[in-house]
């Protein structure tokens, strides 16, 4: 398989299995001239290693740790059902019906939006 790897941030550009010149190709798309890119064969492991160094997947690979910390996070402030179950049991008022499902409500508006605010 060949690459092209911009030297400057050493984002991946363009992968093939085809056997052609890639850096033309990649001057039509990107602009700059040729010694700006790196052209090279590579076999599945040192793709992987490009890959770990390409700026794109750092940052994809960053948010989605992010997101599963959000989601843990949240998991770990779930009350047990037993406690949800003694909540809504123990309401007597108006006043404690309403404290309920606003707390209700907010979780369900954070799942909506995937955000607390």
């Not at 400057?8 to 798309?29: G, M, Q, S, Y």
């Not at 700059?32 to 076999?43: A, F, L, N, Q, T």
């Not at 989605?64 to 037993?82: C, E, G, T």
Request: charged share 30%; proline share 3%.
């Amino acid at each position: 398989m060949k690459i092209v790897v911009r030297k400057a941030d050493k984002k991946i550009l363009f992968v093939t299995d085809k056997e052609i010149l890639c850096i033309p190709h990649v001057l039509i798309l990107h602009g700059g001239i040729s010694d700006d890119y790196d052209e090279r064969e590579v076999d599945e492991a040192e793709y992987a290693s490009a890959l770990a160094e390409d700026p794109v997947e750092i940052a994809a690979k960053q948010a989605a740790m992010v997101k599963a910390a959000k989601a843990q996070a949240f998991l770990d402030n779930l009350p047990s059902w037993a406690q949800v179950a003694t909540a809504v049991d123990d309401i007597s008022s108006l006043a404690e019906a309403k404290a309920f499902l606003k707390k209700l409500a907010r979780v369900v508006y954070w799942l909506a939006k995937d955000q607390e605010k």
